[in-house]
């Protein structure tokens, strides 16, 4: 079908109202088939759970919804977006007739489109109305509704109609039974076909309970099937009655009974009850509550005898005295409380008397006696006793003692009570016996005499009683043991005795040994030794003494050659003199004496080689291990031997002053020395003093090392060769300088190790002015940092006062004629020095040293006279 609308201005709103209800109706149809199930209507389906298909009134909705969505989410937006573009033409149309044409064009479409929208929707409602189920109208005018689209077989008899399942009256709530039936009333046969039910005129249920949103009656078909129109084959065998606050199947209800109100109530009920019914003090009863009706939740609070409580349905009570017990319970639930005492009570007895009996000992010998004790349980906790038995045993406490006179078995009964009960107990049996033979015992020790340290025993026999025996041994020294025999190591000398207690049965003797053990002390045995051997005069000798047996504690007394003495297990002593020597100790053991002879020692005279010290001077006066002399100048030399010395003296018998000598390289040969100068038996090491001369060094300038003095001794030993030193300086008005790398060792220049072994770089200076910076004063040869300086020169001095003045970066010290005028000797930046000092008219040996640690390095040294 094609439908075609042929509006010449108005065409865009119409057509797109027609093809939206086109594509509704296409959509409708195609879920007319029930099982297509695309579509559902209402909320219920049929007995099969299919839904149940769409019909006229459902139409209408569908398309009132989608209409409602034209108007409220389509048109009025688009109607409001063509009137902004309309206004906005209008605007800019400027007289422009064609855009105020659009403008109008526009404007007219989105009213009209807006007019058609609410007349469909108008029309549609109206035909809803008029499916609409009467009963609930009028509707809103603008809300219509439809309720009911197709009537039910007449159920007017009954005063009501049939509603779908899922369309109820406000108010009432609907049960649709399992099987897809619907209710059933009883007073009218009449039966709502499927998916449908009679709501009540009022809310009543008969025998049944009405919960929120839920109506407990339902009806079941007793053919199996519901007919499709009112029959009079349906009765009502089920229905639900109230059991506490729950929904219980019941049978025979009547629809319309007065009953159940929409919460179940019924009236509170409780008993309570004991078990078991009797108990004995210490055991256990349980009380119980047993609540029904009332809301069906419940709450507990009990009392009775002995302070019984609890708040749970059973409570347990442990009971500790007699009597009959009784208990009640305050039962709770909902809006009603109920007290009640318990149908029984609980008998508490006190436990059965119980006990027992024995004699003690067991066993005694005739005339002998034992005490039989009862020990009993149960009862009220006190108790009299009644004894009999044989001998004529008798008595009433709980222990009672009883002689015999004859042998055999005894027995006893003792009779207890304890407030009503009565029991009677045999006792285990006495055993009375012929008392044995006289107990009897001796004791002696093996071996009867030892040395200490050695091992005895100690030995017992016993004779009598009943034949079985306990020991128990004491004596000297601590000897304890509890076998028939004891055995001892002992540690001290003298005489041990022991003794020892037997017991067997009732009878026990103690016996002294007939012996006693003589302990003595071993044989003291003692050696002597001497180590080394031989040794050398000034070598100490050890001599020792090594003792055994006696006490094992010793004293030593010495004596020999030389004055040999002393009290300790080894002595030393160091010989001055060569020769055999010999000593003898005496050891002293407790009461034991020994003195042996140890030996010979051979002693052997031992020399040291002298020792040769060399200084020299340049004035014969002031000496050291180094002078300084300017190359190519007489100087005259002194040279001196007096820090030599001879350990061994050097007067003694071996020493230099008896057949030694002192030799001296005078010639200061620098190669293999060669000694010119010998002064023989020198009385002591000044007398080797020598004076060379005037000597001159034509060397370059630099430190020279010489070999200059050997000593011997009057043995033929030979003494170091001692050297000096010989700075050979620049000419005269020149400093001769030596550049040294040091080694840093800690933080601060002035803690480095300066002047160590051979300068990296030497040579003459006539002035002392350098300022290297951060560069060294070598490249390559000495350090720019870290390094040190040391100026050495000879210059002529008119007599008068000069004043010298140094400036540094780092450390400076100044000295003349070896005597110290100015200490810079730290890390600084330019530190500036002045001294004055008064020379004489000569020659004087200036000296300067430096050192420069990191950064910057500056040095200037001047003198002026004043």
């Known amino acids: 079908m094609v439908i075609k609308f042929r509006l010449k201005r108005y065409k865009a709103p119409q057509t797109l109202w027609f093809w939206s209800v086109l594509a509704f109706l296409l959509n409708f149809f195609s879920a007319m088939p029930a099982k297509a ?151 009218t046969n009449v039966c709502c076909q499927a998916g449908y039910v009679i709501p009540p005129s009022s809310p009543v249920c008969g025998n049944a309970i009405v919960e929120t949103g839920e109506q407990c009656d339902r009806g079941n078909a007793s053919n199996g099937s519901c007919p499709s129109s009112c029959s009079t084959s349906c009765t009502l065998n089920t229905c639900y009655a109230c059991s506490g606050s729950s929904c219980v199947v019941t049978s025979g209800g009547q629809f319309g009974d007065s009953g159940c109100n929409n919460t179940c109530s019924q009236t509170l009920a409780v008993s309570c009850s004991g078990s078991p019914a009797s108990i004995n003090i210490g055991q256990s009863a349980t009380w119980t509550a047993s609540p029904s009706g009332g809301a069906g939740s419940y709450t507990y609070s009990w009392s009775g005898t002995d302070g019984l409580s609890g708040s749970s349905s059973t409570v347990s009570k442990t009971y500790t005295t007699a009597g009959t017990k009784s208990a009640s319970v305050t039962v709770t639930s909902g809006t009603q409380t109920l007290t009640r005492s318990c149908t029984n009570t609980v008998n508490v007895d006190y436990p059965p008397i119980s006990g027992s009996c024995a004699p003690s000992p067991p066993t005694i010998n005739i005339s002998g006696s034992t005490t039989w004790s009862a020990t009993p349980s149960g009862g009220t906790g006190t108790y009299t006793y009644t004894w009999s038995g044989t001998d004529g045993l008798s008595g009433n406490t709980q222990s009672i003692n009883k002689s015999y006179t004859t042998g055999g078995t005894k027995s006893a009964q003792v009779t207890i009570t304890s407030g009503s009960q009565t029991a009677t107990i045999t006792c285990s049996t006495l055993r009375v016996v012929s008392p044995p033979p006289s107990l009897t015992a001796s004791c002696s020790v093996s071996p009867t005499s030892i040395l200490v340290g050695e091992t005895a025993t100690w030995s017992s026999v016993s004779s009598g009683g009943t034949g079985s025996y306990t020991y128990f041994w004491s004596g000297t020294d601590g000897l304890t043991s509890s076998s028939q025999s004891a055995t001892k190591t002992y540690t001290t000398a003298g005489t041990k005795s022991a003794s020892v207690t037997v017991t067997s049965g009732s009878q026990t003797v103690t016996v002294s040994c007939s012996s006693t053990l003589a302990v003595n002390l071993p044989p003291l045995n003692v050696s002597c030794s001497v180590a080394p051997n031989p040794v050398n005069t000034s070598q100490p000798a050890i001599w020792a003494a090594n003792a055994t047996g006696g006490t094992g504690t010793y004293t030593y007394s010495w004596s020999g050659t030389d004055g040999l003495s002393g009290t ?72 001196s031997a007096s820090g030599s010395s001879d350990p061994d003296g050097w007067t003694s018998v071996g020493g230099v002053s008896n057949g030694g000598k002192c030799q001296w390289n005078s010639d200061l040969n620098q190669g293999a020395p060669t000694f010119e100068t010998t002064i023989n038996n020198p009385a002591s090491s000044s007398a080797c003093n020598i004076s060379l001369g005037s000597l001159t060094f034509n060397d370059a300038p630099g430190t020279y090392t010489y070999q200059v003095l050997q000593i011997t001794d009057n043995t033929g030993a030979i003494s170091n060769i001692a050297t000096v030193q010989v700075f050979v300086l620049c000419g005269s008005g020149q400093f001769f300088g030596e550049y040294f790398n040091d080694q840093v060792y800690s933080g601060d220049g002035s803690s480095a190790s300066h002047f160590v072994g051979t300068p990296a770089q030497t040579q003459c200076e006539s002035i002392i002015n350098h300022n290297w910076f ?92 004043r």
Not at 859 to 865: E, H, M, P
Request: glycine letters at 10%; charged letters at 10%.
């Open 37 to 187: 199930a695309i579509v559902e209507c209402g909320n219920f389906r049929d007995a099969s759970g299919t839904p149940i298909p769409c019909n006229f009134c459902d139409l209408f909705v569908t398309g009132k919804n989608i209409v409602n969505f034209l108007w409220w989410d389509v048109a009025f937006p688009l109607a409001i977006l063509l009137l902004v573009v309309a206004a906005f033409f209008f605007l800019i149309s400027g007289g422009n007739p064609n855009l105020h044409t659009r403008a109008k064009s526009i404007a007219t479409a989105a009213i009209m489109g807006l007019l058609i929208t609410f007349g469909s929707w108008l029309v549609i409602g109206t035909i809803i109305n008029f499916f609409a189920n009467s009963s609930v109208q009028p509707w809103p005018w603008n809300k219509p509704d439809c309720v009911l689209s197709a009537a039910p077989p007449s159920c007017s008899s009954f005063g009501g109609v049939c509603v779908p399942s899922g369309q109820c009256q406000s108010g009432y709530g609907i049960a649709i039974p399992s099987g897809g039936f619907g209710d059933c009333n009883t007073t």
């Open 568 to 639: 300790t297990q080894s002595v030393s002593k160091t010989y001055a003199t060569a020769g055999s020597k010999t000593a003898t100790v005496l050891v002293t053991s407790g009461s034991l004496t020994q003195s042996v002879s140890c030996g010979p020692l051979q002693v052997n005279l031992f020399n040291n080689a002298p020792i040769a010290a060399a200084q020299v001077s340049k004035d014969g006066l002031n000496y050291s291990n180094s002078i300084s002399v300017t190359t190519g100048v007489p100087t005259n030399i002194w040279f």
């Open 774 to 865: 951060t560069n060294s004063p070598f490249s390559g040869i000495v350090n720019s940092d870290y390094f040190s300086v040391r100026w050495t020169g000879n210059f002529i001095f008119n007599a008068g006062t000069y004043r010298f003045f140094a400036s540094s970066d780092d450390g400076v010290r100044i000295f003349v004629d070896g005597n110290q005028i100015i200490n810079g000797w730290l890390d600084q930046a330019f530190g500036n020095y002045s001294f004055d000092t008064t020379l004489s008219a000569g020659t004087h040996e200036v000296k300067v040293a430096y050192y420069e640690h990191t950064v910057n390095a500056h040095i200037t040294v001047n003198w002026a006279q």
